[in-house]
């Protein structure tokens, strides 16, 4: 579900910004407004929201995953959600290059993780609700790949 809702509020927000945008509609511009919300929203502030949850509501969040709570690896799993929100929320102010490395480390990241709740799936059957749903193949996988495909397109296309 907070998959859903981070990509609800950067559809909200491209929507926005693309039909009060006096910038000519043309592809590199809006793959440029589509790629900026989603590195600051669902990069930036769903980082800086599954840090909040790994670090100070762990035990909960471990249940949803189908992990034993208490264990001390959800805290390093916060860290690193808070270094991919705060580099998404640097695409803000740094662009170029910069997209491209939050991009690739997020992607990295992200498809990292869809590997591990596919091996839980495969040799523990878990399929806890953020384990095996809407998490790995929307938010670990598909999400990841769609911001590199655009970040390729996006470098492909001359100013």
Request: with cysteine; hydrophobic share 55%; net charge positive.
């Amino acid at each position: 579900m907070f998959t859903l809702i981070m990509l609800a509020i950067s559809l909200a927000a491209i929507a926005i910004n693309i039909a009060l945008s006096k910038k000519p509609r043309t592809p590199r511009n809006i793959i440029e407004i589509i790629l900026l919300y989603l590195l600051v929203i669902n990069v930036g502030l769903g980082g800086l929201i599954a840090f909040y949850g790994h670090a100070f509501r762990s035990d909960e969040i471990a249940r949803s995953i189908g992990w034993q709570p208490g264990s001390p690896f959800q805290y390093e799993i916060a860290i690193a959600n808070l270094s991919y929100g705060i580099l998404g929320l640097l695409c803000l102010w740094l662009r170029k290059d910069f997209w491209l490395a939050a991009g690739v480390g997020t992607a990295i990241f992200g498809l990292g993780a869809a590997a591990g709740h596919i091996r839980d799936i495969l040799l523990y059957h878990n399929f806890a609700p953020n384990n095996a749903g809407l998490i790995l193949w929307f938010g670990d996988i598909f999400m990841p790949l769609f911001m590199l495909s655009l970040l390729l397109v996006y470098r492909s296309l001359r100013e």
